[in-house]
């Protein structure tokens, strides 16, 4: 559908109706598959239904079915590309990159489709390889101009470009939608919503949250952001309150690190800590279990929450050898700079404005650190940057 209005005029069910139907979905293939249990087309289909609400519940538990699935699928039929693809995609949102480029070499053909190809410009970003990522998105949306791509690419100039080309390309993504495709108009609004949010532009941000919740009410990823945005505006008690009811829904520790924020900002420091000690015991059981996906929020929460140099360092060194990038980077910077670790502090921050981020957090924690070993010009050169880009960038705003 080429129309914005006519998407926005398209009433579909929401988050719960959605989430529903993948349960009953889910439900339906269990019981066929426990009379026929070597049905490879229909244990393929379950894996998937579980990703798909894995995606849309955001809830570990619901990903670790998806991972126990294919690996029982792999285990009883060997790699099939389907499969190797559905795992290479889980692997790549647990930051498991290494393990991704493998999952897409299991089968021999697989690589040269375009959706392992996709996935490929998404661990080139990921890993650092910026122009890579982009010409290999460009090429792709030369191929089959998609929705998801355009978006992709739309990621890439916020990051890496220009913030009005950057919402143009989600513009253009929306009209490439159908009707029918409300949860991914949906989500191009939330995108556009958080593009003006991190430029300081908070009037457009609510208009386009507001958009997001109309096309697809209930869906939490969109209370998240709106909770984010009521405390930079300092509308604390509404967002915690907000949050709170995200976490009974949606138990992520990140959530739960921001309400502690939040009520710091309040002035309810006690009711914080616990807050904290709830988020901090999450990252750290998952760490444990060998897992990675919280190593860059363990950096955040020693860096910012609970100051401790050592630890900060200890998980940015960790997350940067898995995924070397502008986000990693400068979060190894911020842990170097607490840990009093100057020289190579600056390291990586010039590191990371070598990429060409243009991020006023960034900017403005290397004015800081550029104040901190003395080039006072180069500290007031990336304060004046961190304004322009955004004027609030001091405002309240989560780790996600």
Not at 107 to 132: K, N, S
Not at 248 to 275: D, H, M, N, T, W
Not at 337 to 363: C, H, K, P, W
Request: glycine share 6%.
């Amino acid at each position: 559908m080429s129309s914005q209005a006519g998407l926005r005029a398209t009433q579909l069910p929401g988050f719960a109706e959605e989430s529903a139907r993948v349960e009953m979905d889910i439900s339906a293939l269990e019981k066929l598959l426990h009379a026929h249990p070597r049905d490879l087309e229909q244990r393929l289909r379950l894996a998937y239904r579980l990703f798909h609400r894995a995606s849309l519940t955001g809830r570990i538990e619901h990903f670790a079915a998806v991972e126990v699935a294919v690996r029982e699928i792999l285990d009883d039929f060997g790699p099939k590309e389907d499969l190797c693809l559905l795992k290479a995609n889980l692997d790549l949102r647990f930051h498991r990159l290494a393990q991704s480029r493998v999952d897409l070499e299991m089968c021999a053909l697989l690589p040269g489709r375009f959706e392992a190809r996709v996935l490929l410009a998404d661990l080139d970003f990921q890993e650092g390889r910026y122009e890579t990522a982009r010409l290999g998105l460009e090429r792709l949306i030369a191929e089959d101009l998609t929705w998801d791509n355009l978006a992709r690419l739309a990621h890439w100039k916020s990051k890496l470009g220009d913030a009005a080309e950057a919402d143009a390309l989600y513009a253009q993504a929306e009209d490439v939608l159908t009707a029918k495709q409300m949860r991914g108009y949906s989500w191009l609004e939330l995108q556009r919503g958080v593009l003006a949010f991190t430029h300081g532009d908070y009037r457009r941000a609510w208009k386009h949250y507001g958009r997001a919740e109309e096309a697809y009410p209930g869906h939490w990823h969109t209370d998240e952001h709106v909770a984010e945005l009521m405390a930079a505006e300092g509308r604390f008690e509404e967002a915690a309150a907000l949050l709170r009811d995200l976490i009974a829904r949606v138990p992520k520790p990140e959530l739960r690190q921001a309400l502690g924020e939040i009520y710091l900002l309040a002035g309810r420091a006690e009711e914080a800590e616990a807050f904290f000690d709830s988020a901090l015991k999450i990252y750290l059981q998952s760490a444990h279990r060998d897992e990675v996906h919280y190593f860059h929020h363990l950096v955040d929460f020693y860096t910012d929450v609970r100051p401790d140099g050592a630890e900060a360092v200890r998980w940015a060194r960790k997350d940067v050898e898995l995924r070397s990038n502008f986000s990693t980077q400068a979060a190894m910077a911020r842990a170097l700079f607490q840990n009093q670790q100057l020289s190579e502090a600056m390291e990586y921050i010039r590191q990371t404005l070598a990429s060409g981020v243009r991020d006023a957090g960034t900017f403005s924690f290397a004015s800081t650190l550029f104040e901190a070993t003395g080039d006072i010009s180069g500290s007031e050169r990336f304060a004046a940057a961190a304004l322009q880009t955004n004027p609030k960038h001091r405002n309240f705003h989560m780790h996600h």
